[in-house]
């Protein structure tokens, strides 16, 4: 399907940002990934242009109502100038999920990794290699019909966009401090959680600015209902090890079905490390505190894959983590997913997809 | 302040479109406004320009990350040629409560108002004068800087555009078919349900379908909590008329804070009918339908002003309200707002703002 995509090339190719100071999201790369939808022909005219504005009417109904998707996925350069993707199927798996609940035409899943790897290997140039980058790879849709009715848009674009980033780490995995949130909720039973959707990150960014303000970098999100129960941390899933065993929040419909902690389980079952989804609330972790039993503590996602929590602050209560320090399951979790994520060791998952040679001149 | 708005003028007007078919947000008028916010030049350069498309970086936040919130209010054209606003100060105040739950920058509040009267006065002859059509004004702020980072932007572009809208009722006003929504959410305590922010419009985009298929043409809204009591019907406000009490639900975090629905209860208080803001549960609305003291409903916004509700869905239940018929109350709302924001009737409450001559050529 690789063939229908028309590719016009960038005349003027931007200067590559320096790989020690990339950040994350701040750099684009020369070229997009476009694709419309109309409601007479469907998803159509899919398209690698020159990356550009997007022009848009000033009524499209994305700007007032809010019907958008995203995914996040990263591209890794191996020492073999290979090009692996990590598991792109459960993100645009993930992408049809949140199109269904926000009311946007599916696309074909195939057809899109297809166009995932086909950008990539325009922009193959710019995949950092230096230790810990990678190219993060931004797929969304917008509605654009101009319209102000409240409804359903029939008008939408696909765009993929692609950024090279930093190492989440760049001066070595660091734990985190964590702000429970008791005031502010991020979804409910019945709402958007589940979705990756923008809206669920603009409406917990008061929370952000709340932690930030108590000295801590991310936001724990406690259920809308009775706020006792554990959810997701900032925009990342969340683990614990308790007693031996591994617990992360079940998927409940409030909670994002996150690729890396689907890995992250698998992981854990293939060592034959106990782990379990399930409800976990802030009183069962603060006993486990108390009496010595919560081991570790971690966020994970695709942008940090890891991210160990070493306090959280809950009411007027804190909770330290294994001292502070990352924890063996922890480091041990981090150093396998990124390894394979690079190639660095044999993905027995078949989780890695090789982008393949350019076949496009 | 007004001086400060440089205006383009649009050198290729369009033709008006017919004012008996309108619609609601389909047509836009010739010039629109825009205003740019920085961290260094806070507010700055607003403008009245052609009415274009905007051109956005793909990376703009509010494409991923949902900071955006609008307002709606209409200008009515008198019989004598006056130009008439409905309390603009309302909606100005609310977007701000909005921009400070999205973390945007507030704007003054009186120099937003100038802004609509001088867009609104450079218009003045896109304002159908056709009966119950008006020329509706949207305000909306997005946040446009190109990042791809989770937190609050530091660019925001602020937009006024406006659409001549037909009558709501064109065939005159007809009480519609309500489905108690049961599964989907609209906002929780903690969310941003008092904010006009764009995502609590996508997220209630499925229920809206699954009212369609119910025969409904509007979704009644219960708290996430519970699922039991009533917050909002559609994106309007909601009232009940049980045994000569007229109730609605008390502004508790998750529902918006309606400019109709605040005018209704001066009203209401004005002429002496008793009208109380408190939980109300569907419980007590069924009993109250089937003790026969449910004597009317309705719901309230600025697009239809009031929308009678002839039925209400709750899961096998039916509640049919006044026969079917618009009630007494309803219907004398109804005329007494419409009227006092067209100048046909006198406006005590000092309501109305008059949009003022033309003052920059």
């Not at 019907?67 to 049809?96: C, H, S, W």
């Not at 999100?221 to 308790?242: A, P, R, T």
């Not at 940090?304 to 909770?319: F, H, N």
């Not at 924890?327 to 981090?334: A, D, H, W």
């Amino acid at each position: 399907m690789g063939s229908q995509i028309s590719i016009e090339r960038n005349q003027n190719p931007k200067p590559k940002p320096d790989q020690s100071h990339l950040g994350f999201g701040k750099y684009f790369t020369d070229h997009m990934f476009l694709m419309d939808y109309t409601k007479e022909e469907g998803w159509h005219e899919p398209r690698i242009v020159p990356y550009a504005p997007l022009m848009l009417d000033p009524s499209a109904m994305v700007f007032h109502y809010g019907q958008a998707v995203f995914e996040g996925l990263k591209a890794y350069k191996t020492k073999n100038d290979d090009i692996l993707l990590f598991r792109p199927d459960k993100n645009m798996e993930r992408l049809n999920i949140s199109n269904e609940r926000m009311n946007i035409p599916p696309i074909d899943e195939a057809f899109l990794i297809e166009a995932i790897k086909e950008l990539v290997r325009v922009e193959r140039d710019w995949i950092p290699v230096a230790e810990g980058t990678s190219l993060y790879i931004r797929p969304f849709i917008i509605a654009t019909e101009p319209c102000l009715g409240v409804r359903a848009a029939e008008q939408y674009t696909f765009i993929i966009i692609l950024s090279p980033v930093g190492a989440y780490y760049p001066e070595g995995i660091k734990p985190i401090k964590i702000h429970v949130e008791n005031k502010y909720v991020r979804a409910v039973r019945g709402g958007t959680g589940f979705a990756k959707t923008s809206s669920n990150y603009a409406s917990g960014l008061k929370a952000q600015i709340d932690a930030a303000e108590h000295g801590c970098s991310q936001v724990l999100w406690l259920d809308g209902i009775e706020k006792q129960y554990i959810e997701e941390v900032g925009s990342m899933n969340v683990f614990f090890k308790i007693a031996g065993e591994v617990v992360t929040p079940a998927l409940n419909g409030s909670i994002l079905n996150g690729v890396t902690r689907d890995s992250i389980i698998r992981l854990l079952e293939e060592w034959d490390v106990p782990v379990t989804e399930r409800k976990i609330s802030m009183e069962e972790l603060y006993l486990a505190y108390t009496n010595g039993t919560l081991e570790e503590a971690f966020g994970t996602g695709t942008a940090a894959v890891i991210s160990p929590i070493g306090e959280l602050q809950w009411t007027d209560k804190r909770i330290v983590v294994n001292k502070g320090e990352i924890g063996v399951i922890s480091k041990k979790l981090y150093d396998t997913i990124t390894r394979i994520q690079s190639g660095q060791i044999e993905d027995t998952f078949g989780w890695t997809v090789d982008v393949g040679a350019i076949h496009v001149p």
